[in-house]
């Protein structure tokens, strides 16, 4: 079966031309007109990626995503009229796996969600990364870390598991902000603040889990994985 893409988008126009533009490339659609609607269909059907309006009545887009964030991964795509960095960093630092600035070319849009749902794709059939106390379940897509506490789960989200999977697989080297856009985020916005959001996203679960100091920055090139130098 297809995937199911959830959009929730207040302007019925726009809604119709995502849903014809993503039905025409074989995917299923589903609409929401406001943000608790969205929430109630994410949660009985659920869907494999949501596209979803900042500015959305009755709950809001970022609220939508951060209450998405607490249930699980589900891929977010965010729509914004706002072109502010500031913006879309707020929205990554929630957990939106990439964004989408009014006015757009319905062809981009549906180029982010099939490049979303292919990496989502990929991960299955593939093993276990391990590297000291963190555990990438690729089959699962579910991240693990082990310390003298016990063994917790880390609530990642696609982007961020996706470049712990992708760092964990050259588990010696330090990777440029550059390199990690080009391998995690390859049709996204190549400002070095997108991954720098990620990041410190990433190195704060992992410091809830007991794993603090275990991704660090590199002065002057990104960020590595392992025990603090």
Partial sequence: MSSLVLIAEDEPEIASILQGYLEREGLRTVTAINGQVALDLH?????????????????????????????????????????????????????????????????????????VLRRTRSAEGQTLLRLGPLELDLTAHMA?????????????????????????????????????????????????????????????KLQAAGAGGFMEGVRGVGYRLGPPL
């Fill in 144 to 204: 693990t870390v082990t310390t003298d506490a016990g063994r917790g789960r880390l609530d990642l989200t696609l982007t961020e598991f996706r470049i712990l999977a992708h760092m964990m697989r050259s588990p010696t080297r330090a990777f440029t902000r550059a390199e990690l856009i080009d391998a995690c985020l390859p049709e996204g916005d190549t400002l070095e603040r997108t991954i720098d959001s990620h990041a410190s996203n990433i190195r704060r």
């Fill in 43 to 115: 949660r009985a059907l659920p869907p494999d990626l949501v596209i979803l309006d900042v500015k959305m009545p009755k709950v809001d887009g970022y609220e939508v995503l951060a209450e998405l964030r607490r249930r699980g991964d589900t891929p977010v795509i965010m729509v914004t009229a706002l072109s502010e960095d500031l913006d879309k960093l707020q929205a990554l630092r929630i957990g939106a796996d990439d964004y989408i600035v009014k006015p757009f070319n319905p062809l981009e849009v549906v180029a982010r969600v099939k490049a």
